[in-house]
């Protein structure tokens, strides 16, 4: 099972989500930004990622900078309580998958979880190479 953590109004979201789908896989889409979190959630996806809060704070088209969490004297706990009051401070997507969870900027991060690949070439909505012809991860 595949699960994302999307933001349809997100180019990065949406390049993740139709490489997930393009691969073969009927994700579980949770758009968080509706949804929000809780904080169970977010720790347990923070530290199955590897992330800390600090790490997976969203600092541009976000209100971050007007909270004042961009000073790094803020704490974990308060970056935390942010996030749950604005969703939108989380940077996405954040993909889980039997091969692990991983916040999937740039967008073909996302292909260390996936078993399978859509067929190469294969082009981000941006127009990037993103799996070449012979089905092969682009530099």
């Given at each position: 099972m595949i699960v994302i953590h999307h933001n349809p109004e997100?180019?990065?979201s949406?390049?993740?989500l139709k490489i997930i789908q393009d691969a073969g896989y009927n994700p579980t889409v949770i758009e968080y930004v509706k949804e929000?979190?809780?904080?169970?959630q977010l720790l347990g996806l923070f530290?199955?990622?590897?992330?800390?809060?600090r790490m997976?704070?969203?600092?541009?088209?976000?209100?971050?900078e007007e909270l004042g969490l961009l000073d790094d004297t803020v704490t974990d706990d308060v970056l935390l309580d942010a996030m749950l009051k604005h969703p939108i401070?989380?940077?996405?997507?954040?993909?889980c998958s039997p091969n692990g969870v991983k916040l999937c900027r740039p967008s073909e991060q996302v292909l260390d979880l996936l078993d399978q690949w859509p067929k190469g070439p294969y082009y981000k909505e941006d127009g990037a190479l993103?799996?070449?012809e012979h089905g092969n991860r682009a530099l």
């Open positions: 997100c180019g990065t949406r390049n993740v929000g979190w809780s904080k169970a530290a199955a990622a590897d992330l800390t809060p997976a704070l969203r600092t541009t088209k976000s209100p971050a401070l989380v940077n996405r997507p954040i993909v993103v799996i070449d």
